[in-house]
């Protein structure tokens, strides 16, 4: 029943979902009191962060010339393992985990932090999971391999 969601909605989408789910529960739960220069410091670094890995990734696929599209991963014409994807098999959906953190940040809200979690079991079930699927079957071994060496998240 459950795959019906598989590569439907957006992954932007989703983090603006979840982003907003943040702000509503950081106005029901304490905030965690940071000086202005801890709190600053935080969002300035996982804003920076979310940017590099979120354009890192776009950019080795336009170099390969292959979709960025997330819903459509069996129109990939390239394996990309160069670049961010040395490190990471996902560094674009890295990048919104970094920026949901810089929203965690600028919230001041500890208990935000557990819809990131739910952000990232989302994205593994419904868009990681379909992708590494359609993947293995373009890629076969080539991708098998790839999979050893390199993390899904970090």
Known sequence: MMKFLENRIPPPL???LIAAGMWYLSTLTPVILLTST???TL???FIIAGIFFALSGAISFRLAKTTVNPLKPDT???LVTSGIY???RNPMYVGFVAFLLAWTSYLGSGWAVALII???AYIQRFQITPE???LTTLFKDEFIEYKKQVRTWL
Request: proline share 0%; glycine share 0%; net charge positive.
């Open 43 to 45: 969002v300035i670094t």
């Open 38 to 40: 801890i709190k600053i």
């Open 14 to 16: 989703v983090a603006i």
């Open 76 to 78: 990939a014409s390239a």
């Open 132 to 134: 590494e699927r359609a």
């Open 86 to 88: 040395q490190f990471t």
């Open 118 to 120: 739910l952000y990232m």
